[in-house]
């Protein structure tokens, strides 16, 4: 597989930043489009285009110190992407707009209700997009019995 562009999906959490690091091992001279979707919450009776003016400088700023802690590694070359909106919709969005190879973005490791309430980012996207995703999960994330799986009842042979 030629990887010219993976994008970097980032919310800015610490392990979204781990799937920024994961990328540039991936990187070998590609170049790396970092993304940060933004959505202002209004309240009533706020400001709402200031406050999603507000959201969108402090993406911005945001990328930049991301970019500048990439200065220093001596990789190829690394574009910022702010996106307002639902931050599924703007990474399938910016990965068909800017024609990437490869995605690659954390999960938070939700389950249950969690996941049922809050949804799946990783999810829509992969439903979503043609282009590959590579997930990473935390360490710290609960992992569930597979549907259907069940012990083997003796052996298997090929």
């Known amino acids: 597989m030629n990887v010219g562009k993976i994008l970097v999906p980032l919310d800015g959490s610490t392990f979204a930043e781990a799937a920024l690091w994961k990328a540039l091992e991936i990187a070998e001279g590609a170049t790396i489009a970092v993304l940060r979707a933004t959505e202002a919450d209004t309240l ?3 400001d ?3 406050m999603q003016l507000a959201a969108l400088r402090e993406a911005q700023e945001y990328l930049r110190r991301i970019i500048k802690r990439l200065d220093g590694t001596r990789m190829g070359r690394v574009e910022g992407h702010v996106w307002c909106g639902p931050p599924a919709s703007a990474i399938v969005e910016v990965a068909r707009t800017e024609k990437v190879d490869l ?3 954390a999960t938070h490791g ?3 209700l969690e996941h049922l309430v809050l949804g799946s980012v990783v999810e829509s ?3 979503n997009t043609p282009a590959p995703v590579l997930v990473l999960r935390p360490e710290s994330a609960p992992m569930g ?3 259907g799986a069940r012990p083997a009842g003796g ?3 090929v």
Do not use: T, Y
Request: charge should be positive; aromatic fraction near 4%; proline fraction near 10%.
């Open 125 to 127: 996207v992969l439903r």
């Open 103 to 105: 995605i690659v973005m």
């Open 145 to 147: 019995a597979l549907v």
């Open 110 to 112: 939700r389950s249950g």
């Open 44 to 46: 009533p009776a706020a």
């Open 155 to 157: 052996e298997f042979r």
């Open 48 to 50: 709402a285009p200031e």
